[in-house]
């Protein structure tokens, strides 16, 4: 099968505009509207929520605010994968992803070596898929378009699996590779999922706080028990053993909302956060 250079984005119209005017504008204006406390350090990675724009836009806005204007060479933005897939690790097929802001070409090199990296250790390598639909990584690249300063390459990763082994695996690799690079890493998740508003923030603010306390084993521990939800969770944990690798020292959680304070209904409730992980220089 003849697999098309640039991925063709299933959700832009949808989960969010379609028209790159109006998309530019709603994004500049969540970035505008983020009212950050300050920030000691140089951010290394943050992590994002992925829902529809209109629901988890305002949130959003607080985590790539925290690197607007940043000029990375490379985002590496990693996810959870929500569709069937044998795999536990996932990246594209495609050379590029598409948004209506414009393409950003994926690093291939970046992913062959990590592949091959993984493999040399007797882990899972990189299983590559196309035409995928899954919306937690596209959902970020609009907010990366208009928050960073220049163009940068994309290394895309899905993550499935909740081995604690693979993932920090996954982390430290991808640290090693991106140390020579000006890099930004990217968890993509939404917390809890259809709990009433008083419940969902009580489980929010446990997955929060894992992610304030800078322990991965926190965040994949929460979820395993129920006390807290991420539904990237192992992509999350990816990232946050990825910082430390990198020198980082501390995860300032910058924003909770939930869908309540968009639609005005808590009776079945997802939750949103957003936090940057954070390197004293």
Request: aromatic share 6%; net charge negative.
């Amino acid at each position: 099968m003849t697999v098309a250079e640039v991925r063709p984005s299933p959700i832009a119209g949808t989960w969010y505009s379609g028209d790159p005017q109006r998309l530019s504008r709603q994004v500049d204006a969540y970035l505008n509207q983020a009212k950050l406390p300050p920030l000691e350090g140089e951010v290394v990675a943050v992590i994002a929520p992925h829902a529809g724009h209109r629901y988890s836009g305002r949130t959003a806005g607080y985590a790539f605010a925290a690197v607007r204007g940043q000029s990375p060479e490379l985002a590496a933005v990693l996810s959870p994968y929500h569709d069937f897939a044998r795999e536990p690790l996932l990246t594209t097929a495609h050379r590029a992803y598409a948004t209506p802001l414009g393409t950003i070409p994926v690093d291939r090199d970046l992913i062959a070596a990590l592949d091959e990296r993984l493999r040399r250790q007797g882990k899972s390598g990189l299983a590559a898929i196309a035409n995928d639909m899954e919306h937690s990584l596209e959902i970020e690249l609009p907010f990366l378009q208009r928050a960073l300063a220049g163009e940068f390459r994309l290394l895309p990763l899905m993550v499935r699996t909740h081995d604690a082994a693979l993932l920090k695996a996954v982390g430290e690799i991808l640290a090693d590779l991106l140390k020579p690079l000006r890099a930004l890493l990217v968890a993509s998740t939404d917390l809890s999922h259809f709990y009433p508003l008083p419940a969902a923030k009580k489980l929010d603010e446990h997955m929060l706080r894992q992610f304030a306390s800078f322990s991965p084993e926190g965040v994949l521990k929460a979820e395993e028990e129920g006390s807290g939800f991420a539904c990237g969770a192992p992509a999350v944990a990816a990232v946050l053993w990825a910082a430390k690798a990198l020198g980082a020292g501390r995860v300032q959680v910058l924003h909770h909302s939930t869908s309540a304070d968009e639609t005005g209904d808590p009776s079945s409730v997802v939750g949103y956060g957003a936090a940057a992980v954070l390197k004293t220089v």
